[in-house]
């Protein structure tokens, strides 16, 4: 329609119906949208592949119900974060496509499995208690169309442990580093491969950790150079930056 | 020599000369590097064509000088940032090809050109008080074979301005984003580009800019999904992370 | 009464009751208010058309209602900000008038619409989870006699969904521009018209948001030049400074 | 020239050089500049009446005097802020009609003397060591048209002081409030008038002043309803934004 | 008993039971209660008429009843803070002589009314959020032997009430002021009286209040130099100053 | 003067001059200076006795120069405080009375010699380094008419040799205890003694001292309740406050 | 199994049926667990004699069981910390070693009691409410083979109840410190005694204790030299450490 | 003498020239020190083998020069910490056993060579900027009385350097590790060895490292057990406590 629209104003000019003068004063007053602009935003999100994103805390079952229904029409592949098990029942019971990942409250509805990655994203964590956003991570890069695999409970301070996966960690092509506490494992990690690591901290430990802020603080002074971070708990948005990097 | 060593281990069982028992209990003990696990190191180095770097602040000028020289046997490029110009001068006595851009504080050493990088990375920076450490990442993205560019003072109060680029944005396949204050300018860019974006706080400003502590947790909040960010500015470390990317 | 008091002490100086010097000296001990120094405050009031305001955390709903009734006596408008669904129930018994705005839980009672404001109030947010606080906003400018207008969901991530919307943004005599997570989207607006901006910053976010600071901080290092500042989540303050602002 | 470029794109359709369709998508490839964009700024400025400024601290004085020679081409007033008395003489070597404020640092080139403004604007501070903050107020506020008056040294603890001036503070328009230390000042004035208070904290204090974060965070935490607030130190940023509003 | 222990050392010397030598050996090993040490405490305790006091937070019912019973054998009044009404209604049980202050949860047991402060302490407040803490304050003065008062509601936004209130200032001999959001009551009313003024900040406010941290601040800063500060909420620690310099 | 303006006022009402509604009006509109209320302030002073103070940094030896000899003239003893010798030198060729204390930077003029205070001041202080702060306080404390006694470097790690003075420590009237990196010295003094403790935490340390800060908060979380804490470094503002509690 | 896969390794090269040069390859890339890098941490952990131990906080009863079933197979002694009663009764099911300490919520399951502390851990706390981290910090001593006495409510001000204990004090071959509010009593503690004492920050106190900050800070910044931290609240760690100095 | 004042109490009584009561009563008012307790802290530090150390910062050459002379008369060793050459030579010049260590700026008089300690303390550095805290650290131990030895430039992010001195850090009975930026090394070194770890977080970083609060809030939560954390910057502190330690 609004391509219509400047067409037509075009089109008045080659009809002699419009002085040139007068439609580029037109011209200027048209809203953006009408000049195509908001196409970019539609084909960035088909040139990335990326699946639309629902954020769950603070919408009721209800809400959430109608924009996943909304949504679905338009995307084939769909996430819904950090949602309840009475969201997930709720979204279940509009599609059986629809997949439940407790821990991490991430539910994922995936319908179109085209891969865009290139190679495999890693997701590395350091304790157990940093395996829901680790989740969330895995969930949603899958979700993008990239082979993923998983690597748990590696901290640093068994040094061993992480060594013993170097073939792994070599392997990827991106690797997603998950940790609360001190925050040390995407330095280390990221020492021992060529690869980028994105950092994510989790709000994981008390005390001084300050609902995550050390682990962050700790991932921005990484000693190496292939480490870029996050927001605290974002799994999600790790996800997104491994698969953009991941389709170049 | 370590190779050296490891194959005597082998020799001494394959002549008899040691049991296989005896042989395993040495090889528990011999120091890693004999392992050849050094040469990961190395060979991550080369594979990434990563220049060694010096941080000037904090060492004299002979120190540097004498690092500075024996770095250059090993390494055709070689980068020294925050130096001050009587380092350089020092430096520029040493080799000819040195280059000193006073900006940033950056001497680049670039005797080998390779291109590594598969794209180009545009260092995009707000003020112009944020451009030392835009021309920190301009010139390490260069020095580690990256076609680069850039494109200055495009705050997002004048959203206009950054608009007339949107060809140059689209057109680039990293994006390192330089911006002090409020740190709005990564938000604005990654959502015009499908490009993975890689934020560089700065500590300009005044008052409750708190030495870049605002725009560093700005830039963490970012609605948009595809940046990632690193310490206050540290354009060296976005531009290392942009050219590992810009390499896959 | 207190205007009589102090008539009397001039009255008695001029029937020769009370010696000057003695007159001078009494008047130094009556208190303020019988100075009509309590009309100040009160003419304000009216001058600014500024409804009174209840804030409904902390108080059952039985104070709440008491004190709705005795402010209802000397006031035609009024405002009870972020009140439960129960507190609005209680109210709308007292008076027909109350109407609840759920988002963000205010009450208003408007039986006075006169118009103070000269100009439009637009108000802007950035994502869906900002509407309760910029509904506060809305729902205050309205109830202190503005033309009030909204433009929600206009994040600085799709900076081309704002520009569509110029002509609406110019139209605006006075904005309120409200934001969380990054907190950018002041700094852009304000660069994209010349009314004056009042920035809210909001609790929305997770992580490193730290429950507002990071949008507030970010607001106060605009380097846009027509922004000021109020306390996080405070739409209400907004509403009443725009509203101010409007009559001039 | 860019609007050339429009106006040629319309007059080849009306030509029938070019088809519309084709011209549409010509037009979209063109700069934003050329669409006229650049002119809203240009127009904001105008209309705003706002002098272009100059943040001095991190240049040179010849960096400076190059700037200030070029701005002076195009518009009548000219503000550079926190410069060294050095830079105030090589100013006005560039032009007698430059005056320095040693306090604040502000050189103000007055060339045109319209009065903007449609009331008087005051500039209120509580400690003499906030004068410098209040000054820059004061001037940028003179420079953008506006009639100014001052009211110094009037801190809280004193109170009976500020309350002798009741009749000036009334009759203001705008108010903008200086100060340092415990920053309680925009609250009592505030309380005291009917205008929008702009309040601006200062760095001036010791011990847990925290380089004036304690007088930020105070005066967001106003009871008054009529105060909003601006980053540490910005006697500019308030002026700008109070002059926007008394242009209203 | 330890008394005796001390005595019967120097009667042992005495007596010549004990050498002089052995018996400064044995003293040094002595544990220094046995010295008298303890009673210093005990003495102070007394000679400050200050009752004991049970911080209930963290209790059950049960152990504060335990606490209670054994506590009122030496002391005639005893002072339980922060209680709920289940423990209030527990202590009652036990004493009739117990009242409950709902607002702070304080819980007075006043059986000595002896007067120990020589003048009186006069509470004064700013919001009506923070008679809470202004409640605790004066009922700990109260049971401590003081005369006192209380203003509440003269928060600094409307200086002409607080200044109605003169006389009652000018009438304390010393002056607690409990103020939450900007803290700046304590200031203003510094500013208007001779005598000590104990701030005690609230956590009463949201957003950039920070618990009480903003209050806080504000009043280390306080530019009156009769102030002096306790923790946020601290009602009680500064009823307990204010009576000790109230007896002096 | 003006009180003779509020003099001829009744005058004229006596003499039928001036109807009685009239001169109310006028006396509305008269400064508060008129009233006499500037005068609360001028005795306040002379009630309190306190010398008046100049808090040289920022300020030209000039300017001290120029405010000190204004002072003199209606000020008997007069206090500069964190002077360079430079100032002191410049003073002292001022006045032969002026002495400076090089530790703490204070110059004390001290020409009236009346003792206000009832009992003694008592400066305690931890480490070496903190004796500046508690000189400024000593300083001070004098100047306003107490007598005083210090002690200094008895930090709580060798808590012996505190124990050693605790007859000088129940001989204080009032006690300042200055203290700097952990500031636990007015919680043990505090217990030891039945007098008020104003706490003067210093900015002594490195490290996690954060500038007095962890000496401020732990002075303020005190479990002893005869503990008033002011600013970092503020030994001036715990002086006055201890002359306010001395003289009661 | 992997020390046999080693051998297999160097018999193959023995018998011939591999070269030297080959092997060395394999062994490149044979994962680290197979060379025995496994066991440094077994043999660390029976060289320390620690005990398993789980953290409860965010595991379910179940998850807490079916990890104890496993852990008793191989360790002797089990440690659950931060338990709820509910998870006590499940685990007392389990095992009726189980032992359950209601402050701490620590779970003890003690079956080898051999001794490897050389001297006794006294563990000292401030207040009542420290108690729950000091118990903690005992049972995990105990359970880890240590001598264990402790010394709780000796607060610094009360310093001669403290004092009282000197003797038992300097019995201790290492002190635990636990202490919250200011956090004074391990300096106090350090000063007494020539042991090593090993600080516990705890989150007990209120308003500006800011979750234990304040104690973590103020220890952080002990004038004693013989003081270490840990994290706040983390008795369990503190214990771990002075067992590991009370074997040496 | 003061034990002469005691043995003179008591041989009174023996002599019958006080009774028992009244010499009980003189005691309790004799200083502590003549009690002897100041020789629990003389013992102590014989005990400790502790040299006497001074802190040079805020010092004048003059005025350490004379603290060193004194305190060389009864402590054979002695430590100046963070001097400049300046000092060193001054010192150098009262006794030739100064050695200067100028990256650290340790003055050492070592004199007294006895070892005390049992085993080595091992001194572990990430970068070469911590270089001078752990220089500070290898002082302070050797002087102490321990053997001692360092292992430098072992970062996290190359970790198979580390691996490499297994041996090394396996031989020693304490460790002593310092680190800025991320701070993660202890982390790694406490879960390679059995021994305690004492961690320095330093000051070395640059933008979110905010002076080193990054490093040690990343230490204090390490997930290894057997680390516990001295202030920012303290080599000395860390180096006390394992000479404590390592005496055990």
């Known amino acids: 329609m609004n391509q219509r629209q400047l067409l037509q104003l075009f089109e008045a000019v080659q009809k002699g119906k419009l002085q040139p003068q007068e439609a580029a004063e037109r011209l200027r007053h048209l809203p953006f949208e009408d000049l195509g602009f908001a196409k970019i935003d539609h084909h960035r ?8 994103a ?3 805390p603070g919408k009721t079952p209800e809400q959430i ?10 995307s084939p592949n769909l996430l819904i974060t950090r949602a309840t098990p009475a969201v997930a029942a ?11 990942h407790p821990l991490s409250g991430a539910i994922a509805i995936h319908r179109d499995h085209t891969q865009y990655g290139k190679g495999k994203i890693l997701v590395v964590s350091a304790g157990s208690s940093d395996i829901p956003m680790a989740e969330e991570a895995l969930v949603t890069a899958d979700l993008m ?3 993923v695999e998983h690597l748990y409970d590696v901290g640093v301070a068994g040094i061993h442990r992480l060594l013993n996966y170097r073939e792994q960690l070599a392997s ?6 998950v940790a609360g506490m001190e925050g040390a494992l995407p330095s280390v990690v990221a020492g021992l491969v060529g690869a980028p690591v994105i950092a994510v901290p989790t709000s994981v430990g008390y005390g001084a950790s300050f609902g995550g802020l050390t682990a962050l603080l700790a991932m921005l002074n990484s000693c190496a150079s292939n480490v870029a971070v996050v927001n605290i708990d974002n799994g999600f948005g790790a996800a997104c930056f491994a698969s953009l990097v991941n389709r170049l």
Do not use: D
């Open 65 to 74: 119900v109608k924009i996943v229904r909304q949504m679905l029409k338009r």
């Open 90 to 100: 709720r979204v279940k019971r509009l599609t059986k496509q629809a997949r439940f």
């Open 172 to 177: 990827a092509r991106v690797i997603i580093c």
């Open 45 to 52: 999100l088909l040139r990335q592949g990326m699946p639309e």
């Open 145 to 147: 169309g990239n082979p």
């Open 54 to 56: 629902v954020y769950a």
